[in-house]
């Protein structure tokens, strides 16, 4: 078997999934198309000099020579003709831009299709267990369950259909884990979590530690109780790094649909809402509880006990120190109503200023008092 | 063996410890009591209809239908009658609240002990070596610890007596882990750490990485040196995802009885004190000294070489500049003494009128100024 | 063989490299010097009493009986009569301390030299895969590269000379690694990710998991396009937990010779530059762009899509909301050159004091105004 060396970014090499298209370039063997061969493949019509070779897809904003990008707007299209790429696809119908182009419905969607013409083909993990992996007597696991060299599945636990265990995980007893989920290498699932379908859990995540809440007890700082779990349910993406602590006596819960990104910290007790977006080095503290369709920016912080009612936005880095009742979208730390915080924010670079202008308001203001109680035309009495 | 579905938050499965209690609903079994036999349990006195069906236990706040909750003060007995609780514990001698009641002295001891009726047994590690665990032949380990598949240790690590290593645990060379420790699965621990006793360790985290310390040679940055090793006192707890870097010559230190939040960052040369707490993604700078009973918010960020004496409390989000020398609460960044900057976030909201108001004095007293000067009435000499 | 406990800080015991030396203390064995054999192992001259025994050395900070520390300015030559050490290295030809001293040319060298026969000698990772890690047979490993146990390496992977990859360690299909990168335990590296010569990838970092974009369809937030990969230069540093999401279509890059530190985040697209330094619990957002030889201090935060100039440095706990075109330091959230917001947050300090003699003015020119407007002295035609 012949490895080949791709046009992938840089210098991956993988073996070539259908006929090999391309050419050595020293060491290097660069997937190449003609602008003409592309429009074939995408079923698109071209416009130009159809032998112009192809060998990448890029964004307008980094496509240089030898890449095909697209535009789909009059932004971009405006774009096209100081751009660095060969090609462009554009719009069915829309001026020409003055580099060879095809033309598509939904220049998107073609995109797309060609960028995947550029990279590996998809991987699929077979389903079964590698015999390299450590999978107790006792867990049960479906038929079509994907389990990976190197991870770890303790007793009592159950993994739905087609769900992929990769190398590395370790599930703790008595966790229970959906259909279709993906959990990527490394992730850490302490005892009893329960996960839905259809999640995602990516690299280094931890599900389940400890909740962090201690008593002062002569001196030394107790543990309290951790005799909850963590429920993630259906749809959940969780991003690397991430870590949701179990509860104290009932669950942390992840809503249905909810998407964190990475390192982010949800505590124990909270009940996050469906649909939420929470970005990334996000800090929920303990027993917080958010509504639906909630977006939390990156470094947000939200202090304990909070309730968030649903469709709130909050701005990168803010602090929220109470509750949000109203659907809006809050900023800055501690966090008011953005459009409030803004207007604060551009008065704060014009502080020094209104320093000195204060004072010397008070110095005129005094002078004037002055030139008045002077002349002895005005008498305090009148005051 | 037949597995049985409790009624553990949602739908996790796990086989029963004592006699099977319970009854099948569809294709869960779900675990159950009535109040009579509750109390019975519990031996405390009950009020109200004894066959009461008790399903799970859960606080006020989100306590259910089929749930026993509990309350031991004003405000929390003044919300039973409110709650969806099917029955609660209250305290005894106290006014009934309108739902059938257990009665008990401490009812949080006795709600603690429903909580764990209702939850899987804890579990056991057996001690020993797994045979899927990879021990180098000159580690020495206790024979009483425990090693889980898929840990690897190497050479020279030392192990003491009842303490658990997960799978996936990392442990290079020459690290030294006291009695009684846990360290849950995927911590990495360098080369040459020293871990006291009682220590918990959660997933993820890693101890012993390099300081983050570079000088400019020739436009390149030149890492430090990484002469020194990470030292974990007795009875600390360090949060998922935490990490400690490695001092440059000597110890990087956590004292006795500190507890770490998830996603913590200590960074090289750093000596925290005794009982400290640190909440979660905080950002701790290389070099920074804390007395003991300090307590850190959850994204405070410290600078290098910082002091902080005894009893220090620092609001979350803050950023800390300068040596803190007296005991007290501090908040924002840069961050002063709490009341104060409560004082000055009060204002801050103000701030887009205050500018108005100044301009507004500003012109008055330009007016002002006019009158008297047009009047002719008061000469400037007199100022 | 016999296991001998070091005076490496605290209980770490470990093999005696060369000539065994020191005493034992109880069941410590206690490694020493005296100065005279300091001076003798470093070819140096001393001063004072040359029996002196030293037991280990440390910066003067810390230093304490039996240490042995340095001092090359006159800041610290004039703490070294107060401080704890039992010697000290100073530079030849300067005033004696009046405490026993090594005399250097360049006392930090030799003081990192007396560091080093303190400490265990540096370890040495044999090429070679171990028998108990897990290699696809069609990944591609150099004969001088070493993999450690419990490592797993997946299919079409490659590895280049001398790279060292530790236990735990999690490559997916398709990964390149250049020579002499060092990957240390528990990283997962995701599909295609390309990194180059001399890379030190640290515990529990994530490279090349999902982007976080996300598209609101019907309600649910559907996941933008993987389809590009990671790319890490040469000479790049990546701190513990530290996370770089794949890009949309092409890669996200970390320019040659840039170093992260812990817990930092970069998203999606992003295109670092050369010699970046990017310090803890940073998160750049999607497609963020820096030139080379740029700072970012600690919890920065960078909004997506921003451009940063080379040779900028953003102050800890920042927020950058909009392109910077000057090299210059930014400070504070929105971020303003660091002069500008300093000096904003010493006015903030004044702000409650401010707004009372806002007051003050007020009602002040208010008082004046009636006192005018009463005396009648004053028309109000002549304003």
New interface residues.
Partial sequence: MV?LVSN????????ASGPIRGAWEGDRFVKQYTLAELASCCAVPFDGDGSTVIT????I??AGSGDLTFARDEVNLSKLSSCGASAAIIPLGCELPGLPVLMADDPTRV??NV??LF??AP?EYPAGISP?A?VDS?A?LDDTASV???A?IAA?V?IGPRSQI???V?I?????IGSDCVI?????I???V?IGDRV?V?????LG??G?G?DLVD???R?G?Q???V?IED?V?I???S?I?RG????TRIGA?T?L???V?I?HNC?IGH?N?I???A?I?G?VTTGDYVVIG??V?I?DHTKICAEVRVG??S?IMQDITEPNTYLG??A?QDQ?QL??????????E??K??RQ??R??S??????D??G???ED??
């Fill in positions: 490895a992938w970014p840089d210098r991956v090499r993988f073996a990448d897809a890029a964004v904003a980094v995109f797309v960028v995947k990279r590996p991987l390299l450590h006792s049960q990976q060299a190197g770890v009592n159950e990769h190398g590395g370790q703790l007893p008595g966790t229970r990527f290498p490394n992730v850490t302490y005892e009893h329960v995602v990516h690299a280094g995540c931890v530690g400890y962090f201690y001196g030394s700082h543990l109780y005799l909850g779990n429920i749809d993406d991003g690397p790094c870590t602590d104290t006596f009932g669950p649909g998407k990104d990475n390192h910290q505590a009940c649909h977006i970005c990334a080095l800090g503290a027993s990156g470094q912080g202090r990168a880095q602090g730390s501690p008011v409030q207007k604060t924010f551009a008065v704060m670079r014009h502080l020094p209104m320093r202008r204060l308001v008070q005129e203001l002078e004037l008092k002055s030139r008045l002077g002349d035309l005005i008498s009148a005051a």
